[in-house]
């Protein structure tokens, strides 16, 4: 199984997911929760993350952080370890109780953060724990919103700062946003399940996967994050024109890595068809 690509540089932001080992749930009983709670404060403060939401689930949790020392892989190394060593010897088991690879996206701060903080701290109301966000105490909504003291390790000043300068305003114009989700969510502009941002975030990122092109211990379609989609990739051909359609197709393989099944489906082909033509332009090539 290929490695996730993780992309580090100083002031980056990532929504990470981690799950439990084969999906188990991680945290069995309130003091688990209170103890990784104190694990990743310790571990905000070793690393020098800025925490900006946070919410344990059952069988996994996410983490909305900033990292001004380009240190995201050192840091959920030392976390998850340490939770590890404390779950397992908390309810005398042994083995892995998270999944080795978590999940991390880099976030464009302008244009996805403030949606990812709501996105994270609705997950408890989104799988029907609770009505409302505020009914769930392992989230980072009730010290956001202030209804009760943040923990050391969580920043709230940019978050909140994005709704008013007055903090008691803030917090009800913070609220009155996460009771006001929209219905597309945050991941429309999700590319390769690593970048999430705006075009212009891209091309500050591109060159950073360029490092990774012709590494294959990671995944092709995060390495390729900022190739062009295959919507875009055909926009402005004339399918009926088999010379122009099949030069696009040779592009969408052999250079923007996109399987012959990904290209077949979308263009309603025959898997068989993709194939004769990708054989017949790399012999003429």
Known sequence: ??????????????????????????????????????????TIERYNWLCHAYCLMDNHY??????????????????????????????????????GRYKSILVERDSHLLELTRYIVLNPVRAGFVKRPEDWPWSS??????????????????LL??????????????????????????WEELK?????????????????????QQDNEYPIYQRKATRPT?????ANIKIDDKRERNGKIYEAVRVHGYTQTEVARFLGLHYSTVSVILKQKDSNS
Request: net charge positive; with cysteine.
């Open 62 to 99: 996410h983490l909305l952080v900033e990292t001004p020392d380009a240190n995201i892989s050192k840091g959920m190394h030392y976390l998850n370890c340490v939770y590890t060593i404390y779950f397992n010897r908390n309810h005398n088991r042994v083995g892995h109780v998270l999944q």
């Open 1 to 42: 199984m290929a490695r996730p690509l993780r992309v580090q540089f100083e002031g980056a932001i990532y929504h990470i997911t981690c799950r439990g080992n084969a999906r188990n749930d991680v945290f069995l009983d309130a003091k688990d929760r209170t103890m990784f709670l104190g694990m990743l404060g310790k």
């Open 141 to 158: 909504y009730r010290a956001t919103a202030g209804i009760e003291g943040a923990p050391p390790f969580l920043h709230t000043s940019w």
């Open 230 to 234: 295959l919507k875009e990739l055909f």
């Open 192 to 212: 390769g399940g690593v970048v999430l941002g705006s075009e212009n975030f891209l091309d500050v990122v591109k060159p950073l996967l360029d490092n990774y």
């Open 161 to 186: 700062d994005q709704f008013d300068k007055n903090s008691e305003r803030a917090r009800q114009l913070y609220r009155d946003f996460v009771a006001n989700e929209g219905k597309t969510g945050p």
